[in-house]
Structure formats: structure tokens, C-alpha cells
């Protein structure tokens, strides 16, 4: 992230001219919406707010640190585009990009040169960058600071910046490095999920990544019958929400949707993922945000049973299941039965491939079935055969 807000002669100056001391003044005791309108040089984001419903928020408590783009920001946009957003069927459009220009809490000048960007209302973040004479907000030139509201701060900016409105799918398709994790996404049944719901932090594999998995590996993850151990790596590059790089880092890990964490930390001055190296972080999406990793990460594997530990965690299974049958709690054997049989079909290498089929016909078996006493004699069934079976080996 680049620096936020840096006070200067030039933005100073920019200050004095755009509003006057008396209007600096009233600006204290009035909201952030009564001291825009006032100004008088804000008029199509007093509209815009009143079309997306937003000026009884502004207006609230906060407090809230608003970058207000001018009337004539509002008109470097493209012909036709202001008078587009106001209508009513693009509502949840122009909330999401008057949201991007406000950010929770008073960000004054002073605190901001210690920031690299800021997390918007939107959920998306604007980049920072001061420089000599200069601070710009995602390519917006800052023309005023610390325009003190009862509610808060504006900031002026000279252009409308505005949101990704692109989801993480399109975003990764659209760099055009990304190919095999799309690929497998698809496969995997992820790429859906991955486009509609969120938001979802990705630590995203490029090509090259991907070509550095021993020969073939990708040929066969991508394969029907291995679906399910495809979606489970790339679950493992999945974190839930929005975590940028700063507060991942601080982390120092986080949970997966696979279930198990990821560590993030710094090694040698190299930012790194478990041992995956951050190529690029907190690239924006509509619906999360992307960190590109030089390295496939694996999921750790689970405890693997031999075929003896597998038949003994059968039988005490077995053993409990029967005492909870007995004492009519038909839904808790049943879901001890199907537990079990999923743990020993995942962590055993060693059963016969007639075991497993036999293990995973009853399971679908079952859950077709109404009745919970029948889920469970069924499951008990597949669970004494195994054991029999294994008690040969």
C-alpha cells in the first residue's frame, strides 16, 4: 500500500483556496452532508447520495472520513455515465462507489502519511501515494484536507475513484496468468462459489506455480474421481473475508476453507505462505482479494491408519454405536456410523478397493433412506462387513 494523506505547503494552499476560514469554521458544527451541500461545489454527491439513500447515514454518528470528489470530478467521467448511476435499477451500483469514498473512523493528514491505503465502507481498499507537492488517492489528486464536520473529516479529491466491480474469477482470467487455477477451479466445482459469494481471500497459484507440481500431477488432480482431492488443495488457498497483507502478517496464519491454516510470515525478508512466496498482494475484487503465490501449497495429510488401526476404530464404533441404538438415539449412531466410515475411506490406503466400494455404496445408500433407524442398520451393516473382511487381511 502506498502512503495516504501527507500535509504540505502545496496541499495546504490548495486547502486555503478551496474553502475559506468562516466556512472551516462552520464546518465544526455542522455534518458532513450540511458542510458538502454549503460548499456549494459538491452537488452531484449531495444527489448522488440522496439516490443511493446514504445522506441520513452521512449524517449519523460516525465518525466517518469522506474523500469528496467535486462537481468537477463528477464530470471526467464519461458522457452519460452521472445521469446512468442515478437511476433507480442502478442503485446497489452507485452505493458501492460512493461507499469507496468513505472510510470508518476520522483519518486526519497528521495519522494518514502512516498508512499504505485504507479499507472503504465498500470493502475494498484505495491505494495511497504521497509525493512532493502531491497525494494522490487511487490516481485522484488530493486538492483538501482536514475539512473538520461534527461527524467527521472530507478530504477533496479531483476525480471519482472507483471500486473493482469485477469478481475473482473474471480478475484472474483477465491477467491472463492464472489459466490452471481456472482450469481447476472449474473442475473442482469452486469457480461458481468463487465468482457469486465471498467475500473470499485467494492466495492465488500462477501458471508457473502450477508448472513446478511434479509431471502429471495436474493431469490427474483434474480428473473426475480425484474431484475431491483437487477441491480440497485449492480450499487450502482460500481464507474466508477480506484479509490484506498488513493484517495477514500480523496474523501470522489463517484458517482455510479446507479447515486447516496456512502460516504467513516473513523469512529472509521474503513474505511467504507456508513455503509459497507472495509474488503480489491485495489485489481487489468485487468479492475479495487476491495475493499471488509463486507455489502450489498442500494441505498437511491426516493421521493414516493401517488396516489393523482402521478395524479397531470399526469395532469401538461398532461397540458405541450398538449402546446408543439400544438407548433409542437412532440420529447419533447414525451419524457415529457415517463419520467413522468417512474417517477410515480418507485416512486408510491399505483396504481392498470391495471395501470401499461397499463402504461408499452404503453411504450413498443411506442417504436416500427417510427413516434414521434404517440410515443406521444400513451403516452398521457396511461396518460389520468391513470388519470381517479386514479381520482376513
Not at 231 to 237: D, G, S, V
Amino acid at each position: 500500500m502506498n502512503h495516504l494523506l501527507k500535509q504540505s505547503a502545496a496541499v495546504a494552499t490548495a486547502f486555503a483556496v478551496t474553502l475559506s476560514a468562516t466556512l472551516i469554521q462552520a464546518a465544526e458544527k455542522k455534518d458532513i452532508v450540511e458542510t458538502a451541500v454549503e460548499a456549494g461545489s459538491f452537488k452531484t454527491l449531495a444527489a448522488a447520495l440522496g439516490a443511493a439513500d446514504l445522506v441520513g447515514a452521512l449524517q449519523g454518528e460516525g465518525p466517518f472520513t469522506v474523500l469528496a470528489p467535486t462537481d468537477a470530478a463528477f464530470k471526467k467521467l464519461p458522457a452519460g455515465t452521472v445521469e446512468t448511476l442515478l437511476k433507480p435499477e442502478n442503485k446497489d451500483q452507485l452505493i458501492a462507489i460512493l461507499k469507496y469514498h468513505v472510510i470508518s473512523g476520522e483519518v486526519p493528514a497528521s495519522q494518514v502519511v502512516k498508512l499504505k491505503g485504507a479499507k472503504t465502507l465498500n470493502g475494498q481498499r484505495v491505494d495511497i501515494a504521497a509525493g512532493e507537492g502531491s497525494v494522490k488517492i487511487d490516481g485522484a489528486t488530493v486538492e483538501a484536507t482536514d475539512i473538520m464536520c461534527s461527524n467527521g473529516i472530507i478530504h477533496v479529491i479531483d476525480s471519482v475513484i472507483l471500486p473493482s466491480d469485477k469478481n475473482i474469477v473474471t480478475t484472474a482470467v483477465e491477467a491472463e496468468k492464472f489459466k490452471t487455477l481456472i482450469a481447476a477451479a472449474k473442475a473442482a466445482g469452486l469457480a461458481g462459489v468463487l465468482s457469486e459469494q465471498g467475500p473470499f481471500t485467494v492466495f492465488a497459484p500462477t501458471d508457473d506455480a502450477f508448472a513446478k507440481l511434479p509431471e502429471g500431477t495436474i493431469a490427474s488432480l483434474l480428473k473426475p474421481e480425484n474431484k475431491d482431492k483437487l477441491a480440497a488443495i485449492l480450499k487450502y488457498h482460500v481464507v474466508a473475508g477480506r484479509v490484506y497483507s498488513e493484517d495477514a502478517l500480523e496474523a501470522g496464519k489463517a484458517k482455510t476453507l479446507q479447515g486447516k491454516p496456512v502460516m504467513i510470515k516473513v523469512v529472509d525478508g521474503v513474505a511467504k505462505v507456508n513455503n509459497a512466496k507472495l509474488l503480489m498482494t491485495d489485489l481487489d475484487a468485487s468479492n475479495g482479494v487476491i495475493h499471488v503465490i509463486d507455489t502450489v501449497i498442500m494441505p498437511p495429510e491426516g493421521k493414516k491408519y493401517s488396516a489393523t488401526e482402521a478395524r479397531e476404530k470399526i469395532k469401538h464404533a461398532v461397540a458405541r454405536g450398538a449402546n446408543l441404538y439400544n438407548c433409542g438415539d437412532y440420529h447419533a449412531t447414525t451419524q457415529l456410523y457415517q463419520k467413522t466410515m468417512q474417517d477410515v475411506l480418507k485416512s486408510t490406503d491399505s483396504m481392498p478397493a470391495t471395501i470401499r466400494m461397499n463402504m461408499k455404496h452404503a453411504l450413498s445408500e443411506s442417504q436416500q433412506m427417510n427413516c434414521v433407524s434404517q440410515q443406521a442398520w444400513r451403516l452398521r451393516n457396511a461396518l460389520d462387513h468391513a470388519y470381517t473382511e479386514m479381520s482376513s487381511l
